[in-house]
């Protein structure tokens, strides 16, 4: 008795279906006992090949399925006219059959067993650790979740400690409506959490699946197995809900409510990843003499683009390159910098008379006048605050200043040890407010990307990635973020732009779209980068997410 089986698995003869097995013929597959050997082979069929049964597990034995029409048979091939039905030799002899085409079911069991191999792999080794980081991503953001509310819940009682009592109920009214975003913010992530662990599931299913099917010998599920890598290819986005946001007010007892601050709504929005190969969507050429150099770019959306360089005027094109409005400086003096606010009224900077200026209806009105100090960069933050870089009339202090209107609010210039923060020197210091409120300040005359928080913190410098192709020094001139805290800088003498993530930590160059001494940078309302070059006087459009 073979030992790989039990008593009750006596295997029989195949065809007298009562004596013990002693033979086995591969080309047939069938168990032959030895009074049966004789009679198998007296057909004369010269390919008949009897082993003894033992040796027979040497060579795995598939398991035919039976015809229909001839039940003593085994279907060992398919016809292709019939959609590979599947049939036995008496079968290809008949009328039904004549002149069809006919398939090896051996040869279309082993394609489809190596295809069912490569779908194990691809879902063990690919598809399935995707999910699990998508998982993991939605996981930690629930591990955080109560972390990030208490700090939110923190920051607005922190307000509310300088108000009177009779903003107590206030308070009270916005910490129930922050639980109840809280609840939403919960359900949404654990909607995600729970469709992804459901796809999980299904994968481990269909793992088991197959591993079943790769250890049966059984034809009939391994032919009938249609892949779900397609399926399970199609990776949803990476979800990121963003906490809300407590915005204070000035104090106004007669509308306490609304002036207290404001709970930003959730933003349930697809994390959008970095494009292999960024694209350059085009060229906007925006000089007109060979005598002046591009700066700064800003804007809102694409169809209104402002610039200026090296001239005392203000541009604003089109997509197209169009000339839609000029502005001239009246000082005579070419601009620092010029910004948007939330009206999409410009902003400008003018050393020459230490002001910050606003363009609204056509008509240039001053908005805030400096003395001892002088406006360098600037930029407006989504709470409509404007952050201005400026340097000491003795070009020995730099600080960042935070206005609400033109009410100074904030000025950051030293570190915890009272050491500044930035270098002293009227060498340009672009700035940019972070997503997570971080203040990020492209310091030029120090090489360095200077980061703080909100508070004026000191969070972290980044002097460049090494790199045996970017020779040259480090010299960030423009910066931006995008809508996932992600920030932008460019590296004006190696031609490229270096991408950051809200940590520091260095992600990739933008350096395949013809970059030519990019200088100022800006972010659309849809994530689209838009890069001046200081020489050519081009502005480039740059897709650079998925």
Not at 156 to 183: L, P, Y
Request: charged content about 25%; some cysteine.
């Amino acid at each position: 008795m073979d030992p790989h089986f039990s008593a009750h698995d006596v295997h029989r003869c195949d065809l007298c279906e009562t004596a013990i097995v002693h033979s086995y013929c591969y080309f047939c597959h069938v168990n032959l006992c030895k009074p049966c050997i004789l009679d198998h082979i007296l057909d004369e069929y010269d390919k008949h090949k009897i082993v003894p049964f033992k040796e027979r597990r040497s060579t795995v034995t598939l398991v035919y399925p039976k015809c229909r029409t001839h039940p003593q048979k085994n279907c060992n091939l398919l016809c292709k006219n019939c959609n590979n039905l599947f049939v036995c030799s008496s079968c290809t002899a008949s009328e039904q059959h004549r002149g069809h085409l006919f398939i090896d079911v051996t040869e279309v069991y082993k394609t489809k067993k190596n295809n069912i191999e490569k779908d194990t792999q691809e879902l063990e080794n690919l598809i399935s650790p995707e999910y699990k980081e998508i998982a993991l991503d939605l996981e930690n953001q629930l591990a955080n979740l109560d972390g990030g509310y208490e700090k939110l819940t923190t920051e607005m009682c922190k307000q509310g400690e300088q108000w009177h009592k009779e903003i107590d109920i206030v308070i009270n009214k916005m910490k129930t409506e922050i639980s109840e975003i809280k609840v939403k913010h919960r359900n949404i992530l654990k909607k995600h959490s729970d469709e992804i662990k459901q796809i999980q599931s299904r994968i481990q299913q269909t793992l088991l699946a197959l591993t079943e099917i790769e250890k049966s010998t059984e034809v009939y599920p391994t032919i009938e197995y249609i892949s779900k890598i397609r399926e399970f290819s199609k990776l949803p986005s990476k979800v990121h809900v963003s906490l809300p946001t407590f915005i204070p007010k000035q104090i106004d007892r007669q509308n306490l409510y609304n002036w207290f601050g404001n709970i930003t709504p959730l933003t349930n929005t697809s994390v959008r990843e970095l494009l292999d190969e960024p694209e350059l969507v085009t060229t906007i050429q925006v000089r007109y003499h060979d005598d002046q150099y591009l700066r700064n770019v800003t804007c809102l959306h694409e169809d209104c683009i402002w610039t200026c360089g090296s001239t005392r005027n203000i541009k604003c094109f089109n997509i197209t390159g169009a000339l839609l409005q000029t502005i001239n400086n009246k000082s005579e003096q070419r601009p620092n910098d010029i910004a948007l606010d939330g009206d999409g009224n410009l902003l400008f900077c003018d050393g020459k008379s230490k002001t910050v200026n606003k363009v609204k209806n056509g008509k240039t009105e001053v908005l805030i006048r400096l003395q001892g100090w002088v406006p360098n960069n600037m930029c407006v933050n989504t709470t409509c605050d404007l952050l201005v870089t400026m340097y000491s009339d003795d070009t020995t202090q730099s600080k960042v200043v935070r206005y609400s209107r033109s009410t100074e609010k904030q000025t950051i210039q030293f570190d915890n040890e009272g050491k500044p923060l930035f270098s002293g020197d009227y060498d340009p210091k672009y700035i940019t407010e972070n997503r997570n409120h971080d203040i990020c300040v492209a310091d030029s005359k120090a090489c360095a990307v200077v980061v703080v928080n909100q508070d004026g913190e000191l969070r972290w410098r980044y002097t460049g990635h090494p790199s045996v192709t970017k020779t040259k020094l480090f010299i960030p001139r423009g910066i931006t973020t995008d809508s996932h805290c992600r920030i932008l800088t460019a590296d004006c003498y190696n031609n490229c732009l270096h991408i950051l993530d809200q940590n520091g930590q260095f992600l990739r160059y933008i350096e395949n779209s013809g970059l030519q001494y990019p200088w100022g940078l800006c972010v659309d309302n849809d994530d689209t980068l838009f890069v001046s070059e200081y020489l050519t006087g081009n502005v480039k459009k740059i897709k650079f997410l998925r």
